[in-house]
């Protein structure tokens, strides 16, 4: 019971000291009760005020972030992978070094068709193609006949997309790659995979030069193969005049493409 009435008069006690709480009092205090009722509204509407500010101020600081600077020289990269996996979007790392040329940290490997490291491109195999009885009459659409000559072509294309791809090889690690800063993992890779396949379309492209160049050139200009093999010479009897018969592939006629 006497904890119930200390209750009670504490209650009324800070009931009545908020009833009469005016921070905005006249001086001197003689005033009107309606003077009296304006200063007391005043009052709860600034504590009120006052709370929501401190609240926001509270809350404001509870949801900010304040980011902190620090500066590791010469980090290993575990550690920036660590940092970069925690402050992605923060992170900054200048580079030593602007520009490293790709043959520091790319590797390009190639391997050619099968054909060009088969029998089919040997000294010994051209040797026996080569031989040819000459008792025994050929077609000029042989593959006896016709093998002499493809198969040094086929060796030659061989050794020359060979070379071209070595080549360019050595060009392509020259090229600097420039940044400022170390780039994400991911950048990295799809930067790298894009040059690759420019490189791979370039090659190609290069590759595939001179035999469009003979392909082109060989019916434009009227040119007859070696061996025959896009057309054909006759003679009528009773004339002087030979004449040219274009050879046909696949219903696809020497005379119109070379292909």
Same mark, same amino acid.
């Given at each position: 019971?006497? #904890?119930?009435?200390?209750?009670?008069?504490?209650?009324?006690?800070?009931?009545?000291?908020?009833?009469?709480?005016? +921070?905005?009092?006249?001086?001197?205090?003689?005033?009107?009760?309606?003077?009296?009722?304006?200063?007391?509204?005043?009052? #709860?509407?600034? #504590?009120?005020?006052? /709370?929501?500010?401190? &609240?926001?101020?509270?809350?404001?600081?509870?949801?900010?972030?304040?980011?902190?600077?620090?500066?590791?020289?010469?980090?290993?990269?575990?550690?920036?992978?660590?940092?970069?996996?925690?402050?992605?979007?923060? +992170?900054? $790392?200048?580079?030593?070094?602007?520009?490293?040329?790709?043959?520091?940290?790319?590797?390009?490997?190639? @391997?050619?068709?099968?054909?060009?490291?088969?029998?089919?491109?040997?000294?010994?195999?051209?040797?026996?193609?080569?031989?040819?009885?000459?008792? /025994?009459?050929?077609?000029?659409?042989?593959?006896?006949?016709? @093998?002499?000559?493809?198969?040094?072509? +086929?060796?030659?294309? $061989?050794?020359?997309?060979?070379?071209?791809?070595?080549?360019?090889?050595?060009?392509?690690?020259? #090229?600097?790659?420039?940044?400022?800063?170390?780039?994400?993992?991911?950048?990295?890779?799809?930067?790298?995979?894009?040059?690759?396949?420019?490189?791979?379309?370039?090659?190609?492209?290069?590759?595939?030069?001179? +035999?469009?160049?003979?392909?082109?050139?060989?019916?434009?200009?009227?040119?007859? &193969?070696?061996?025959?093999?896009?057309?054909?010479?006759?003679? $009528?009897?009773?004339?002087?005049?030979?004449?040219?018969?274009?050879? &046909?592939?696949?219903?696809?006629? $020497?005379?119109?493409?070379?292909?």
């Amino acid at each position: 019971m006497i #904890i119930i009435v200390k209750c009670r008069e504490a209650w009324n006690v800070l009931k009545q000291y908020f009833g009469n709480f005016n +921070l905005f009092r006249s001086i001197p205090s003689t005033i009107g009760a309606h003077e009296h009722q304006n200063q007391k509204i005043s009052t #709860i509407i600034f #504590i009120i005020l006052l /709370i929501l500010s401190f &609240s926001i101020l509270i809350l404001y600081n509870s949801i900010v972030v304040v980011q902190k600077t620090m500066a590791i020289k010469h980090p290993s990269f575990a550690e920036y992978s660590q940092l970069f996996s925690k402050y992605s979007s923060a +992170l900054t $790392c200048p580079c030593t070094k602007l520009s490293i040329k790709y043959e520091n940290f790319l590797q390009m490997n190639f @391997s050619l068709h099968q054909l060009c490291t088969s029998d089919f491109v040997t000294d010994q195999w051209m040797n026996f193609v080569a031989y040819i009885d000459i008792r /025994i009459p050929l077609d000029g659409g042989d593959f006896r006949v016709t @093998s002499r000559s493809a198969f040094p072509v +086929l060796r030659a294309f $061989c050794r020359l997309t060979n070379d071209t791809i070595f080549q360019n090889l050595i060009r392509f690690y020259a #090229i600097d790659c420039v940044s400022g800063y170390v780039i994400t993992s991911d950048l990295f890779q799809t930067e790298a995979q894009a040059l690759i396949n420019q490189f791979i379309a370039s090659i190609t492209k290069r590759s595939m030069l001179p +035999l469009q160049i003979i392909r082109e050139t060989t019916p434009a200009n009227g040119l007859v &193969s070696g061996p025959l093999s896009n057309y054909n010479f006759f003679q $009528c009897k009773n004339s002087s005049y030979i004449f040219t018969t274009p050879n &046909s592939y696949s219903n696809c006629s $020497c005379s119109i493409s070379a292909s």
